[in-house]
């Protein structure tokens, strides 16, 4: 389940819990909205550390010099000395 699944199922369950007024005989939804928005907290934070997980910096790479080259153009400092 992504980010926006997790958003939509908070979503959903504060609707449930806050803006409803149905009752129905043997379901709660009240309860069932806590539990909506409690799993979507859980997903949410869950792929939060996923994410910042997965960002790995690479160091740079150290370039190779080919000290042969060098040596074949007369540059052997680098300056043309």
Do not use: K
Not at 3 to 18: D, K, M, P, Y
Not at 21 to 50: A, E, K, P, R
Request: hydrophobic content about 45%; glycine content about 14%.
């Amino acid at each position: 389940m992504g980010l926006g699944g997790c958003i939509i199922l908070i979503a959903a369950g504060a609707i449930l819990t806050f803006a409803t007024d149905w009752h129905m005989q043997g379901v709660n939804l009240h309860l069932v909205g806590v539990i909506l928005m409690i799993v979507g907290l859980i997903g949410v934070t869950t792929f939060s550390s996923i994410a910042r997980r997965r960002r790995v910096v690479v160091p740079p790479t150290a370039t190779v010099v080919d000290d042969e080259r060098r040596r074949r153009d007369g540059y052997s400092d680098g300056y043309g000395v």
